[in-house]
C-alpha cells in the first residue's frame, strides 16, 4: 500500500536536485530594460520595466487532467490553470494582467479544447487577467490525453513588491481556506483510490458527494480579495499553499518559525485519502494544503483589516510568526523545514 508522495512517484525533495541542475546551467541575463530584477527562488519572477517590475510565473494543472479524462468533464481544468498562476503571481505582491495558455493533444476532437476554453474564460473573468495567446499542438506520438500549461504576466510597483523581507517575530498568520485538493497531490490520491478500488462515482466518506467531483473542484482564484487586503492594510508576507504543503511558508522567510496554532478546519475529502493509506500526519501536510489553501502575514495592526477583505472566504488568524526557523504545526506536534525544490 502507497502511504507516501514519493511512492507514488512523486519525490518533491528529489525533485529539487533537478531544478537545481536546469537552473545552474541558466547563466545569460539580459542588460537594461528588461533585465532581471527583484527577489529570487519566490512565487514569480521579475524583469526590470523601469519604475515597474513585470512579473511572471507559469505551471500546471498536472495529473488532475487525468481524473478530467475519467469524467469525461473538461470545463473546470482551465480554471484550475488560471488559478495556479495567478494566485502565484498576487504571492508578490503584484495584479496579474494576462495570460497565456499552451495544450498539448493526442487528437483533433474539438470537444475537449472547447471545454478547456470555458474554464479558462471563467478563471480569466474570475482573476481579472485576458488571455492574450496561447497554442493548441496535436502529438499523437508524445501525448496521451492531453496537458494543460499556462503562464501569467502580473505588473507591480517596485517599491510594493512583498517579498517575506518585512516577516517579523510577532506577526500574525490568516489562513484562507482552499476548494479541495487545489491542483495538488494527484498522483498520490489516485494510486490510493486505485489501490482501494474507489471509483470516481464512489461518495467521499462524510463528504456526500462522489468522488469525482470532489476532485475535479476548481483551485479558488484568490487574487481581487487579496489585492483588496493589499490596496487597505500593511502585509508582510503572501504563500500560495500549493506543492510542499506547510513548507511553502518558509519560501518568504527562513530565519523565523511560522507557528500555526488554530488551523483550519480539514475537509472530508483530505481526511478519507488519509483513512484510506494509513497515511501519516507529516506526509499529509508536507503534500496536501489540508484546508489552507493560501496564507497572508501581517502585523497585528493590519489583521483587521485583512480579514474584513477577506471575510468572504472565511479566512481567521491561524498562528502567528516566532523567533526560531522553519513552520510548526502545534496540535501535530511538528515541525518543517524549507523544501529542497
Known amino acids: 500500500m502507497v502511504r507516501t508522495y514519493a511512492e507514488a512517484g512523486v519525490d518533491i525533495d528529489a525533485k529539487g536536485a533537478q531544478v537545481r541542475a536546469l537552473v545552474g546551467q541558466l547563466r545569460f541575463r539580459r ?100 488571455i492574450v495567446g496561447g497554442e493548441l499542438a496535436v502529438m499523437p506520438e508524445l501525448v496521451n490525453g492531453f496537458d494543460l500549461v499556462g503562464a501569467c504576466f502580473g505588473v507591480v510597483d517596485k517599491k510594493k513588491v512583498i517579498d517575506g523581507r518585512a516577516i517579523r517575530p510577532g506577526d500574525r498568520i490568516v489562513g484562507v481556506p482552499s476548494s479541495g ?47 483588496a487586503a ?38 472530508p475529502e483530505f481526511l478519507a485519502i488519509q483513512g484510506l493509506a494509513g497515511i501519516d500526519d507529516r506526509e499529509m501536510y508536507e503534500t496536501f494544503n489540508m484546508g489552507m489553501g493560501f496564507a497572508v502575514i501581517a502585523p497585528p495592526r493590519s489583521v483587521g483589516s485583512v480579514l474584513e477583505s477577506l471575510k468572504r472566504l472565511g479566512a481567521r488568524v491561524v498562528g502567528e510568526v516566532a523567533r526560531g526557523a522553519g513552520v510548526v ?7 518543517f523545514t524549507a523544501s529542497k525544490v
Open 181 to 227: 485538493f487545489h491542483c495538488n497531490g494527484f498522483t498520490l490520491i489516485r494510486r490510493v483510490l486505485r489501490e482501494n478500488a474507489v471509483t470516481v462515482m464512489d461518495p467521499v466518506p462524510n463528504g456526500g458527494r462522489p468522488w469525482g467531483e470532489a476532485l475535479l473542484e476548481p483551485t479558488r482564484i484568490y487574487v481581487r480579495p487579496v489585492l
Open 31 to 130: 542588460r537594461g530594460v528588461g533585465a532581471p530584477w527583484g527577489p529570487k527562488g519566490h512565487f514569480a519572477g521579475f524583469v526590470d520595466m523601469g519604475r515597474t517590475a513585470l512579473g511572471m510565473c507559469t505551471d500546471s494543472v498536472g495529473t488532475k487532467v487525468l481524473v478530467a479524462n475519467e469524467m469525461r468533464r473538461w470545463d473546470t481544468v482551465g480554471v484550475d490553470c488560471v488559478a495556479a498562476n495567478v494566485n502565484d503571481m498576487v504571492c508578490v505582491g503584484a495584479e496579474p494582467i494576462a495570460f497565456v495558455d499552451y495544450i498539448a493533444v493526442d487528437s483533433q476532437d474539438p470537444e475537449l479544447p472547447r471545454q478547456v476554453g470555458l474554464g479558462l474564460d471563467a478563471g480569466a473573468r474570475e482573476a481579472n487577467v485576458t
Open 230 to 267: 493589499l490596496r487597505k492594510a500593511k502585509v508582510s508576507g503572501l504563500a500560495n499553499i500549493t506543492g510542499g504543503g506547510l513548507r511553502n511558508l518558509v519560501r518568504l522567510k527562513a530565519k523565523v518559525e511560522f507557528r500555526i496554532t488554530d488551523p483550519l478546519p480539514v475537509p
Open 329 to 335: 504545526l502545534a496540535d501535530r506536534g511538528l515541525r
